[in-house]
């Protein structure tokens, strides 16, 4: 069964820490995404990566980086949290173009305070 | 991108047929249509794709009219387990385009 796996469920911390949220996949897919889900808005893509050390920057990148070193994992750094960035945070994996199946992990509930 | 507008939210009893249409006036040639579902506290999942015309799954039909301007994707004899957000989303089949998945549409089935 494919996986897309987030480290953690929930995490809390403090304004201005930095963070990493990291997510693995395990399908060999090319295609990774991170959004942010926020009450009212639906999902919003943050950054997608089509490669290893590629990246594109989706709808609402800013205050956020990405890295990509290996395939199979692709992280989320907030360099400065702010209490803005406080929302739920689902990595997403696709093998080829938006008409193929995208594979969610569960979700990191982020509290910045 | 093909912007998409779908009803924010929606209500229906146990055992209803729901149709939930999406807007998507400026949809390209070679955009396909998909469905994504996502439960509370999960991540969202593929439901269905289509280009025109009609597909049927176990899980629901999507219905798509000749100018493709909208769809319609309907859920047979809802339950409550189908209180869901729905989804609509356009892209192509080519290349690394990314995809918007936008507010959805939040089904809630009534006992």
């Known amino acids: 069964d494919v996986k897309v796996t987030q480290s953690s469920r929930y995490l809390v911390k403090r304004t201005g820490e930095k963070v990493f949220l990291e997510c693995v996949q395990d399908?060999?897919?090319?295609?990774m995404f991170w959004y942010r889900q926020d009450p009212g808005l639906g999902l919003r893509l943050i950054y997608f990566s089509y490669d290893v050390k590629m990246k594109e920057k989706g709808d609402i990148p800013e205050g956020y980086s990405v890295s990509r070193e290996k395939k199979e994992r692709f992280s989320l750094i907030l360099e400065s949290a702010s209490t803005n960035q406080t929302s739920m945070y689902l990595c997403?994996?696709?093998?080829?173009?938006?008409?193929?199946?995208?594979?969610f992990g569960q979700g990191t509930r982020l509290t910045v305070v | 991108l093909a912007k998409t507008t779908q009803p924010i939210s929606m209500d229906s009893y146990e055992g209803q047929e729901v149709n939930i249409t999406c807007s998507h006036n400026n949809i390209a040639t070679n955009d396909y249509i998909t469905w994504y579902q996502q439960f509370p506290s999960q991540g969202p999942r593929f439901i269905i794709q289509g280009y025109k015309t009609k597909v049927t799954n176990e899980v629901a039909s999507l219905f798509i009219p000749a100018d493709r301007k909208s769809s319609t994707l309907s859920l047979p004899r809802v339950s409550l387990s189908d209180t869901a957000v729905y989804y609509c989303l356009v892209g192509q089949s080519g290349g690394y385009q990314k995809v918007t998945f936008g507010t959805g549409t939040k089904l809630q089935v009534i006992p």
């Open positions: 997403a994996s696709r093998q080829g173009p938006p008409t193929t199946e995208a594979f």
């Open positions: 399908m060999d897919h090319e295609n």
